[in-house]
């Protein structure tokens, strides 16, 4: 499965990733903004766990790397939920910084999301975001998606508790 924006492409992980992951990865701005189980320092080792944990089958139709001038330059995907939640995608972006503020992720997000809608049948992307990260926001009211809430002090990062903002966007809303 591939994706094509303007200037970059979204496609599966494959081997051979493993070093542009690790170095647009490991930058401290990204971690802060995602969940724990993205570490920094970012290794080549920890490039080469998630490299292979992407090329597992299932993991192919919903984690993509944001390709770049030939570069695994990012990463956006979008999980199906389980059971009772089944019909809902957890959506999580990041790109590497020499890349920001040029509209990518506001594509790559728009892509994905059709993408979820259409070929995945789910019927509501989601989206968290911590209190301090005013770019994320901003990406996903431009793509349609509703502040749904604010769950308070809910995320601890970096020795402080945040609140984290949960976004949401409805099939055919
Ligand atoms: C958040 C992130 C994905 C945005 O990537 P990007 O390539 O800069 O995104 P885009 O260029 O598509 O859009 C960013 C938007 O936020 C706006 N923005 C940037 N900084 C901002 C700020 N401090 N306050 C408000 N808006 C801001 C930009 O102006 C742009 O909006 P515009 O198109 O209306 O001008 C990127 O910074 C990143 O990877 N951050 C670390 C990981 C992360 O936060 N992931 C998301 C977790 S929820």
């Not at 330059?73 to 790109?95: C, H, N, Q, R, S």
């Not at 926001?137 to 604010?150: A, H, P």
Request: proline residues 3%; charged residues 35%; hydrophobic residues 35%.
């Amino acid at each position: 499965m591939e994706l094509k924006g303007s200037n970059f492409t979204l496609r599966p992980w494959r081997k051979g990733d493993e070093e542009s992951l690790a170095k647009h990865a490991n930058n401290e701005k990204i971690a802060d903004n995602l969940a724990d189980r993205f570490p920094h320092p970012y290794t080549l080792k920890d490039a080469k766990e998630w490299i292979k944990h992407c090329t597992e089958e299932a993991q192919k139709k919903t984690n993509f790397t944001i390709e770049v001038g030939g570069e695994a330059a990012g990463g956006i995907e979008v999980k199906p939920d389980k059971e009772e939640k089944k019909y809902t995608g957890v959506l999580g972006y990041w790109l590497g910084e020499e890349h920001w503020g040029k509209g990518m992720i506001s594509e790559a997000v728009n892509l994905v999301t059709n993408y979820a809608f259409t070929e995945l049948g789910l019927e509501r992307v989601e989206a968290s975001v911590f209190e301090y990260n005013p770019a994320s926001m901003r990406v996903l009211e431009k793509n349609g998606f509703e502040k749904e809430g604010v769950l308070r002090k809910r995320i601890f990062k970096n020795n402080n508790l945040v609140d984290e903002y949960m976004f949401a966007k409805i099939k055919g809303e």
